[in-house]
């Protein structure tokens, strides 16, 4: 095990930038997605023929609201609601298709009563992740972060190619390149000072063109009153539960766990980007991030808007800004509440060009990218990795470009393949699933972690199944050894012993792996041996440690509420063998 | 199993040659096999390993109390004839001083010449 290079990082995710700083970097996020969080209802009542400026304003109103407490919620979580991680929220796209349905079939209040139901769904997902977490894994969520690029870059480029009515056909291109250019060079060679700016002085700087080619309309803005509240009235649900609420319902599940899926990949890049160090994943950190994407649409459906998602962009702000603080995400929240009782300020966003919001994001859908590559790479890419991972994402981008049979499909499985990160994540998730069947030799024994016989019979089973793959004396020692020492972690960091440990154990070769799941409560192995210092500091307390860093090939320790899963992989060779790591 | 037979070699000067694996399971028996045995004041506690072909911490964690509880009685401590594996947990654990580390029982400077050479 190598220790992990340090990130570009200002400030980390505990770290406490100035107010002024962090509300700035709040409204800056908020500036980027505001008007695709405020637009997306829009954009599903007009395709659903429900639009009206009451039905709107309500919709708009609801969907900021939500937006504001759950993005507050992932800065500052309250029980298992919130990652802890500036992770903003909005509307989610994967949605729309269904919603438009919906609402054309039932109103808001149908759509509502579909949203609130399926969030159910996404709630016992976040609860038992770690059923999924062979099926879930990060190449799962790589390939749909780097779909998720796929899927928006059409929005990208007809934002940046919107027309715009009584301007030189050009003005439109102009304003986009000047301010991807802006960006872009502040990004390469802005400095850390200067990126924090680059994407506010990027858009101002699309705003100036912007005005000279008539592209800034500030027509809604000057007829928008400064402060008000809605004018429309709740929606209220429809609780019939008639044919139209079971017909829709798969669909919504399906894009709820497709959601679920997004808001998996985004929980762990911004564990990946947000601190100095690399620390080892949190799967807690993932399960309330969804108790709390869930949240959000469940308060959706109440409210009879459009359901919530995470937004990845907020990694790539990170990644962009260099600043992780969850302060910042405290802040952007509050502005969400804020701007939806401000019809002006909203206004005053929504007058940004399209063709400068569009470049604004084709450069942060750039560095989303990486971040799905990062997420595949984690773990390397090895043959069947690899298979999955190209497979799944080129049936997403055929999908996007609807080129798998459209004639043959059903339109009801058009309405959700259509969206390349819908099918390939599904294809991600199937493939994964079916590679793992394919791997089921694993054999595993539940060991009491009282009494003095749990270890030996864990030696006895090891030997026994290393034995038949032909493993020497010197080699199953080893095995038994890291065993040990992985068992003696568990057992001396937990607080109550009234628990067992399931051994498995899967032998290729000259390989094994060994996974240890508990329900005992421990700090991160992965975490313990990558703060260890060169000279031991106290040799008797972190001798199993010590023994676990240099002869295990590799550790990974998935936490997750109530659940850990041990991940050891030990070579084939005797302990004193210097060629094992 | 660990067998743990003892050796008084020189007057004062007492062995221990166990023989097996000193792990989770065994390593309370065998620092109470010890300590146990041991009514009378030593000069010396050697431990000699030839015969161990497998340590993990907890053993290691029992040589350590064992060191200390030698040096509690009055007496010196030292361990010998490592195995090679058994060296290398030795080695990446840091638990002991590699002043009370030998190649061998004979290696093992006696009372007399410790005190000499302080």
């Given amino acids: 095990m190598s220790p992990s290079p340090k990130t570009r990082l200002t400030l980390a995710v505990d770290e406490s930038p100035k107010p002024a700083i962090a509300a700035f970097l709040g409204f800056q996020a908020v500036l980027l997605i505001i008007s695709g969080i405020a637009l997306t209802p829009v954009i599903v009542l007009r395709a659903a023929g429900q639009s009206n400026p009451t039905t709107d304003a309500w919709a708009v109103f609801a969907v900021l609201m939500v937006s504001g407490i759950t993005t507050i919620l992932q800065g500052r979580p309250l029980w298992r609601f919130g990652s802890g991680y500036p992770l903003f929220m909005g509307t989610s796209g994967s949605f729309i298709a269904v919603c438009i349905v919906a609402v054309a079939q039932g109103g ?3 759509m509502g009563t579909l949203v609130a139901t399926s969030a159910l769904l996404q709630f016992f997902f976040a609860y038992r992740l770690y059923w999924f977490r062979k099926i879930i894994t990060p190449e799962v969520g790589g390939v749909v972060v780097m779909l998720i690029v796929v899927t928006v870059f059409p929005v990208c480029t007809d934002l940046m190619n919107a027309p715009v009515p009584g301007t030189a056909p050009e003005a439109s291109a102009l304003t986009a390149g000047i301010t991807f250019l802006s960006i872009v060079l502040l990004a390469l060679f802005g400095g850390k000072r200067l990126r924090l700016w680059g994407p506010f002085i990027g858009i101002v700087i699309g705003c100036i063109v912007g005005a000279t080619q008539g592209l800034f309309k500030p027509g809604e803005l000057q007829s928008s009153a400064w402060v008000g509240i809605p004018l429309g009235d709740w929606p209220g649900m429809d609780l019939s539960f008639g044919l139209d609420y079971w017909t829709l319902l798969p669909g919504f599940l399906i894009v709820t766990i497709v959601g ?9 890049s911004i564990q990946r980007v947000s601190h100095h160090r690399p620390r080892p994943l949190s ?4 399960q309330n991030a969804l108790f709390n ?24 702000l990170v990644e962009f800004t260099g600043v992780a603080a969850r302060r910042v995400a405290v802040w952007g929240g509050s502005i969400f509440i804020f701007l939806a009782f401000f019809p002006k300020f909203s206004a005053l966003l929504r007058a940004i060009p399209s063709s400068v919001v569009g470049a604004y994001l084709l450069v942060l859908l750039a560095i989303l990218f990486i971040s799905g590559l990062r997420l595949i790479s984690e773990n390397g890419l090895d043959y069947e990795r690899g298979v999955i991972v190209s497979l799944s994402f080129w049936i997403g981008v055929a999908f996007q470009n609807q080129v798998v049979f459209p004639e043959v499909l059903p339109n009801w499985l058009h309405a ?24 089921r030799g694993a054999r595993s024994i539940t060991i009491p972690l009282t009494g003095g016989e749990a270890l030996m019979r864990a030696n006895r089973f090891l030997q026994r199944h290393a034995k038949a793959q032909r493993w020497d004396n010197a080699a199953i020692d080893r095995l038994q050894l890291v065993t040990e020492e992985a068992i003696s972690f568990l057992k001396n960091q937990a607080l109550y012993h009234r628990d067992s440990i399931r051994l498995s154990v899967e032998i290729e070769e000259d390989l094994a792996h060994l996974e240890l799941a508990t329900s005992l409560d421990t700090p991160n192995l992965g975490s313990e041996i990558e703060s260890l210092s060169e000279i031991p500091e106290k040799p008797e307390d972190e001798a199993e440690l010590r023994i676990l860093r240099a002869m295990a090939q590799s550790v990974e320790h998935q ?23 | 199993m660990l067998s743990t037979p003892r050796f008084e070699t020189r007057p004062g000067v007492i062995v221990y040659r166990p023989e097996g694996r000193i792990d989770g399971a065994s390593s309370t028996a065998f620092y109470d096999t010890v300590t146990q045995q041991e009514t009378e004041p030593f000069k010396q506690l050697i431990l000699n390993l030839e015969s161990v072909g497998f340590i993990s911490s907890a053993g290691l964690r029992a040589v350590l109390k ?10 010196s401590f030292a ?32 009372e007399g010449d410790a005190s000499q050479a302080t």
């Fill in chain 1, 283 to 286: 799967f807690k950190v993932v």
């Fill in chain 1, 416 to 439: 959700i393949l259509d969206n390349g990160m819908t099918a390939g994540g599904i294809a991600a998730i199937v493939l994964t699933g079916l590679v793992s069947l394919k791997n």
């Fill in chain 1, 293 to 316: 994407d869930g949240l959000g649409n469940f308060l959706s459906g109440i409210l009879g808007t459009m359901p919530n998602t995470t937004y990845s962009t907020s990694i790539s």
């Fill in chain 2, 79 to 110: 361990v010998v004839a490592l195995q090679p594996s058994v060296a290398k947990i030795f080695d990446i654990a840091g638990i002991l001083p590699p002043s009370q580390i030998h190649q061998s029982e004979e290696a093992v400077p006696s």
């Fill in chain 1, 559 to 581: 936490q997750f509420s109530g659940r850990s899963f041990l991940s050891l992989t030990v070579k084939a060779v005797a302990i004193e063998d210097e060629s094992a790591n």
């Fill in chain 1, 260 to 268: 679920a899926i997004e808001t998996y990949g985004d929980a762990i």
């Fill in chain 2, 66 to 75: 064992l060191a200390r509880w030698a040096d509690e009685k009055g007496g």
């Fill in chain 1, 108 to 110: 808001l209040a149908l």
